[in-house]
T-cell receptor, first 110, second 115 residues
């Protein structure tokens, strides 16, 4: 059974701080890793994907991947109240399928 | 990414009835995916729908309960049959990205409440 684990939170950070969201996965053969943001009552929105070990930056977001440790993370710099949402980690499960973690709820307070 | 619409956006149904959810995409896609998101939970893949072939169901989901149609490359339906309160969930369709087919983009979802 392929699994993706996330801390459910809530993770509470002050405005302007760095939010660090973490995810581990069980299938060592996974090749693609994704972060989705889901606002309450809305559908998931793809914000980052990463395929290679190391860091990938896009604006205030940085995804980090360590395949040896089976660990992927998302850093949000200069966190804003508008970043308050649930962040879902997803891992490729073969045949273009995605396996999702339970999500981490982030709360950014002014 | 493709523009995806779903109908209905929400519904309240009586137990024992069935509801068909529609998913429309503004471009042709080979694969479409149907997910369920139960209250407070993450997304669980129900099935993969390919045009011209039977849908492929994930463990725990069966065709009699969740029949799927895929009549063309821009449209799919998911039916939730003989509903019970445990079927109260958000149902989402998704399609692969065009630049990277291992990415997925989601429709707005259908919020179903079964009484």
């Amino acid at each position: 059974q392929k699994e993706v684990e996330q801390n459910s939170g809530p993770l509470s950070v002050p405005e302007g701080a760095i939010a660090s969201l973490n995810c581990t996965y069980s299938d060592r053969g996974s090749q693609s890793f994704f972060w989705y943001r889901q606002y309450s009552g809305k559908s998931p929105e793809l914000i980052m994907f990463i395929y290679s070990n190391g860091d990938k930056e896009d604006g205030r977001f940085t995804a980090q991947l360590n395949k040896a440790s089976q660990y992927v993370s998302l850093l949000i710099r200069d966190s804003q109240p508008s970043d308050s949402a649930t962040y879902l980690c997803a891992v490729s499960g073969g045949y273009n399928k995605l396996i999702f973690g339970a999500g981490t709820r982030l709360a950014v307070h002014p | 990414s493709a523009v995806i619409s779903q109908k209905p956006s929400r519904d309240i149904c009586q137990r024992g009835t069935s509801l068909t959810i529609q998913c429309q995409v503004d471009s042709q896609v080979t694969m479409m995916f149907w997910y369920r998101q139960q209250p407070g939970q993450s997304l669980t893949l129900i099935a993969t729908a390919n045009q011209g072939s039977e849908a492929t169901y994930e463990s725990g989901f069966v065709i009699d309960k969740f029949p799927i149609s895929r009549p063309n490359l821009t449209f799919s339906t998911l039916t939730v049959s003989n509903m019970s309160p445990e079927d109260s969930s958000i149902y989402l369709c998704s399609v692969p990205g065009t630049a990277r087919t291992d990415t997925q983009y989601f429709g707005p979802g259908t919020r179903l409440t079964v009484l």
